[in-house]
């Protein structure tokens, strides 16, 4: 989606609105280069970049094509005029990244989960209702076409009253003992790994597409790997799959299946909800197609811009049979944070309240497992 840049707002005093996209990129792992061309797909520049060394910035530098790279956030913000800062650190240190971002008067993109406990979601999303910026957080499966192309569907009735939704969302990457990431470590990743890291993804499409809020939950969760490492084994107490039912508050039931270490699954999110009409099938790795199912006829709805509905056109970027994916996504969502920037309103853009939301559902699936109990969750 082209932005073109405004420069009279009535916040006189927010330099983006004459200067552009000046994005600050803080962690130089694999989510800041996804960061950084979305940043400069949305016409901005990437003006400075921190990494958890000064070596590591230095060596990201050129894949992140960053103006410049520093040794600690302070000192960026001391030397280059920055409009939006891109956490894209581990989780435990978005917290105090994101305050003292908001403190410095600056918009934020802070990866998911938003913090790793809904305590310090809450503080965060406090402050960003205080410090009057944009802060949003990259649920980006949002910006499929064929997503949108599903929300409107609901949104028109083609699915009429909800009464089921399940599906899944299924990953190999720690399949084996040897497998290992921070993201495994509580210190680092918080408490819940596999729903906090993939299972908010999915719980967030859901409420998105149905508009349906998920309001009581059982959770089962399980540690199939319990020593993990490379070199030296450790203990491992974040879990590797989780199976949550559920309840919405519209009175439709269903579940998900989340995992970290189903064996040939690469990143499938499935998504299906049945209802009084129809039904709506939506596969993260089949992109390109919704699944429509009626009583009389099913049908395998493609994406092209010529035929879609005009929220879901928007996001179709290339003509059909020219395959869209996750990095356009990722374009699409930092693009419409710019147009939020600049005084629109985009529809659908996730912001912290959306990540104040998964870590709330966070909070009631580890509770759930942990007290083997059905849970409410706190709206």
Known sequence: MAVTPITDREAGDDPVSITGYRAAIVGTGFMGRVHARAVQVAGGRVVGAVG???????AAQGDLQADAVFATFDELLDTVEVDVVHVCTPNHLHEPVVLAALAAGKHVVCEKPLATSSAAAEAMTAAAREAGRV???PFVYR???MVREARERVRAGEVGTLFLA???YLQDWLLHPTDDNWRVDPHLGGPTRAFGDIGSHWCDLLEFVTQERITRLSAQSSTVNKLRGV????????EDVVVVQFATAGGAIGSVVVSQVSAGRKNRLLLEVS????????????PEHLWWGGR???????RDPETLSAQAARYARV???HAQGYQDCFDAFVADTHAAILGEMPDGLPTFDDGLRAARLAEAVMTSAAEREWVEVRA
């Open 52 to 58: 958890s060394t000064p070596e590591r910035a230095v």
């Open 135 to 137: 802060t949003a957080v």
């Open 143 to 145: 910006f499929h076409p």
């Open 166 to 168: 399940h599906g899944s």
């Open 231 to 238: 070199d030296t084994l450790r203990n491992v107490t974040t």
């Open 275 to 286: 209802g009084s009409r129809g039904s709506l099938a939506f596969d993260q790795e089949n």
């Open 296 to 302: 009389e006829r099913s049908s395998q709805l493609v």
């Open 319 to 321: 003509p059909a049979g």
